[in-house]
Each structure stands twice: as structure tokens, then as C-alpha cells.
């Protein structure tokens, strides 16, 4: 056998074997495409049988050259050979265009579904604005009936939590917590820890000087009024991942590290973390406001009575994540440092 013909054969067989293997591979593209494919087209299914046919037959006619030359090769039948490969070609111009075309019209569905999806997260985006405005809303009904403050003293709670968030992010304890989804849904519902005080009648809310035993047990109930306004919610809004995170705060807020809190009396660890949080957060606001009491206290007393609170009152790593950032917290409560953070 001449050696221009052993050449061939070897070029011939090489074909066939990357045919074979382009064959597979497009037979797996598509397998992993059946979930969706035929939902979105159902032509589609119909395009890859028939490219597959041709596919087949190209892959047989090259098996055919291969062993037509491989037994007599004339110059009597070179014509039939060359008639073969042609016919090969135009087998394989054919299955190029019809796989272009299965391309084209995926690519016309991955557009529409690029459409879709860009479409969902704006409505989403308007949604979440919603939320917003009414956890905002129902927060300043809060403000108004209890602490006669603007509107700004909502969004400082809001920068003191997640100032307060990113540095517990640093402590390894709190890692596996503090997912970026966490944060953001307890930065968005820290206006509402207060919310069941719209239940507490103005006498109690509003009286100067200390509660007695009977209107301080009915002011505990806000805790509980709060949780229930909030599962209402719940059942009316069906799945929501941040209300769990809105009633923990609601519901704990008042509890104490070394458990002498309420409405339940937790310990420790078992209060939750939002309500640990939100608690340092409200005797710092308190002790640093007017409206608790007639002088506000200055800031290294405010830092004493933290540090003492410290495994009493509150959770020993926030009042330590509290320290590290102090000067934060006492910028944040000026309202000229606002709109810096």
C-alpha cells in the first residue's frame, strides 16, 4: 500500500474519531438542557433529532471511505470516492446550519429570559421599598406615641446596629451568624423592636417619673403585643425571611444577660442575638437622649455604666464590639454626623 494512501486513511480515521467525540459531546449539551429546552421550545427537540441523524450518517459515510480505500483504491472508482466525500461535506454543511439554528433560538430564549429576569428584580427592588416605607412608617407611629422625636432618631438606631454589626463580624464567634443576608435583613428591621408600645395607652407611655408595679407590668406587655402584631403579619404575608429576625427583637429586647430580664427571664446565649444587640443599643440611645431624663449623661459616664453592665446587662462581646467603635456611636448621635456615614 503506497504511502500517500496509508496518509489518508490515517486523516480519514482521525475524522472519524473527532466526529465521534463531537458527537458525544453535543449529545451531553443537550441532556443537560432537556429540563428546560423543550419547556421553552418545542421545536427544539425536533432540530437535534434531525441533526443527530445527519450526524450519523456523516460519522457511517466516513467509516465507509475508511475501509472502501483501506480495500481497493482505482482509478476506475475515485470518481465514486470523490462523490462520497462530497456528499459528506454537504451532510456536514447541512448539520452546521441546523445547529446554528438550534443555537440562534436558544439564544433568542436566553434573551427573553434575560428580560424576564431583569423585569423580576426591579418589581423586587420595588417591593423591597415597600417593605421599607412601612417597617419606616410603622416605626414612626412609634416615635410619635411614645418618644415625641423626629424621624432621625429611627435612622440613628439603624447605624448603630450595622456599625455594631460589622465589628462583631470581625469576632470568629460570630461568623458563621453573620451572613451578608443576616445583617441586612436585621438592619432592616431594627425600626420595629418597639412597635407593640402603639398598644400602651399615652397615660402610662408618657407619665413622668417612675411606673408603679401594675403600669410597669402592663408596659412589659409591649414585648408581647409586638410579637403578636407581627405574627398577623406573618400570616398575612406568608414566608419572610426577615420577620423570624423582626419578632426575636421584638419579643427579647428586654431581656438581661445574667437573666433578670423579661418577658421570659433568658439567660446567656438564649436570648437571641438581634434582641443582645438591640439591647445595648437602647440604654446607650436612653442615656444619651434628653427624653429619659433631664440631663442626658455625658459620654464617659455612659461608658462606665456599660462597663459595669457588662455580663449583667449585656452580652460581654457586644459591650467588647461596643468599646471598639464608642467614638462611632458618639458621632453617630449627633445629627450632623448623620448623613457622613
Same mark, same amino acid.
Request: glycine share 4%.
Given at each position: 500500500m503506497e504511502h500517500n494512501i496509508i496518509f489518508t486513511l490515517i486523516l480519514i480515521l482521525l475524522g472519524i474519531i473527532l466526529l465521534f467525540i463531537c458527537n458525544l459531546i453535543s449529545h451531553s449539551i443537550i441532556r443537560k438542557s432537556e429540563w428546560f429546552l423543550p419547556k421553552t421550545d418545542s421545536k427544539l427537540p425536533i432540530y437535534y433529532k434531525f441533526y443527530? $441523524? $445527519?450526524?450519523?450518517?456523516?460519522?457511517?459515510g466516513y467509516v465507509f471511505v475508511f475501509c472502501f480505500i483501506l480495500k481497493n483504491v482505482t482509478t476506475n472508482n475515485i470518481i465514486f470516492l470523490g462523490i462520497a466525500l462530497f456528499v459528506g461535506t454537504s451532510l456536514a454543511l447541512l448539520g452546521l446550519i441546523i445547529y446554528s439554528n438550534i443555537i440562534s433560538r436558544c439564544n433568542k430564549k436566553y434573551d427573553l429570559l434575560i428580560e424576564k429576569y431583569n423585569k423580576l428584580v426591579i418589581k423586587n427592588k420595588q417591593f423591597y421599598k415597600i417593605e421599607d416605607s412601612l417597617i419606616f412608617m410603622l416605626a414612626h407611629l412609634v416615635q410619635v406615641k411614645d418618644y415625641h422625636n423626629e424621624? #432621625?432618631?429611627?435612622?440613628?438606631?439603624?447605624? *448603630?446596629?450595622? #456599625? $455594631?454589626?460589622?465589628?462583631?463580624?470581625k469576632n470568629p464567634k460570630f461568623l458563621s451568624i453573620l451572613s451578608d443576608d443576616y445583617i441586612a435583613d436585621l438592619i432592616r428591621t431594627t425600626p420595629l423592636f418597639d412597635i407593640g408600645k402603639l398598644l400602651?395607652?399615652?397615660s402610662i407611655l408618657k407619665k413622668e417619673g417612675k411606673l408603679s408595679a401594675s403600669e410597669f407590668k402592663k408596659m412589659q406587655m409591649h414585648c408581647q403585643y409586638g410579637v403578636d402584631f407581627l405574627n398577623k403579619c406573618k400570616e398575612h404575608l406568608g414566608f419572610n425571611p426577615f420577620m423570624p429576625i423582626a419578632i426575636q427583637?421584638? *419579643?427579647? !429586647? !428586654?431581656? /438581661?444577660?445574667?437573666g433578670d430580664g423579661y418577658p421570659c427571664g433568658l439567660k446567656g446565649e438564649e436570648i437571641p442575638l438581634p434582641a443582645r444587640i438591640?439591647?445595648?443599643? !437602647?440604654?446607650?440611645d436612653a442615656? /444619651?437622649?434628653?427624653r429619659s431624663y433631664k440631663a442626658a449623661f455625658d459620654k464617659d459616664k455612659i461608658i462606665k455604666i456599660i462597663c459595669e453592665e457588662r455580663g449583667k446587662h449585656f452580652d460581654p462581646d457586644?459591650?467588647?464590639a461596643?468599646?471598639?467603635? #464608642?467614638?462611632?456611636f458618639f458621632e453617630i448621635h449627633k445629627d450632623a454626623s448623620i448623613n457622613k456615614k
Amino acid at each position: 500500500m503506497e504511502h500517500n494512501i496509508i496518509f489518508t486513511l490515517i486523516l480519514i480515521l482521525l475524522g472519524i474519531i473527532l466526529l465521534f467525540i463531537c458527537n458525544l459531546i453535543s449529545h451531553s449539551i443537550i441532556r443537560k438542557s432537556e429540563w428546560f429546552l423543550p419547556k421553552t421550545d418545542s421545536k427544539l427537540p425536533i432540530y437535534y433529532k434531525f441533526y443527530q $441523524l $445527519l450526524m450519523v450518517l456523516l460519522l457511517a459515510g466516513y467509516v465507509f471511505v475508511f475501509c472502501f480505500i483501506l480495500k481497493n483504491v482505482t482509478t476506475n472508482n475515485i470518481i465514486f470516492l470523490g462523490i462520497a466525500l462530497f456528499v459528506g461535506t454537504s451532510l456536514a454543511l447541512l448539520g452546521l446550519i441546523i445547529y446554528s439554528n438550534i443555537i440562534s433560538r436558544c439564544n433568542k430564549k436566553y434573551d427573553l429570559l434575560i428580560e424576564k429576569y431583569n423585569k423580576l428584580v426591579i418589581k423586587n427592588k420595588q417591593f423591597y421599598k415597600i417593605e421599607d416605607s412601612l417597617i419606616f412608617m410603622l416605626a414612626h407611629l412609634v416615635q410619635v406615641k411614645d418618644y415625641h422625636n423626629e424621624d #432621625k432618631h429611627i435612622i440613628k438606631n439603624i447605624f *448603630y446596629v450595622k #456599625k $455594631l454589626l460589622e465589628e462583631l463580624s470581625k469576632n470568629p464567634k460570630f461568623l458563621s451568624i453573620l451572613s451578608d443576608d443576616y445583617i441586612a435583613d436585621l438592619i432592616r428591621t431594627t425600626p420595629l423592636f418597639d412597635i407593640g408600645k402603639l398598644l400602651i395607652s399615652d397615660s402610662i407611655l408618657k407619665k413622668e417619673g417612675k411606673l408603679s408595679a401594675s403600669e410597669f407590668k402592663k408596659m412589659q406587655m409591649h414585648c408581647q403585643y409586638g410579637v403578636d402584631f407581627l405574627n398577623k403579619c406573618k400570616e398575612h404575608l406568608g414566608f419572610n425571611p426577615f420577620m423570624p429576625i423582626a419578632i426575636q427583637l421584638t *419579643y427579647s !429586647h !428586654h431581656e /438581661r444577660w445574667d437573666g433578670d430580664g423579661y418577658p421570659c427571664g433568658l439567660k446567656g446565649e438564649e436570648i437571641p442575638l438581634p434582641a443582645r444587640i438591640i439591647s445595648l443599643i !437602647h440604654v446607650f440611645d436612653a442615656l /444619651r437622649s434628653e427624653r429619659s431624663y433631664k440631663a442626658a449623661f455625658d459620654k464617659d459616664k455612659i461608658i462606665k455604666i456599660i462597663c459595669e453592665e457588662r455580663g449583667k446587662h449585656f452580652d460581654p462581646d457586644i459591650v467588647d464590639a461596643f468599646l471598639a467603635i #464608642k467614638d462611632v456611636f458618639f458621632e453617630i448621635h449627633k445629627d450632623a454626623s448623620i448623613n457622613k456615614k
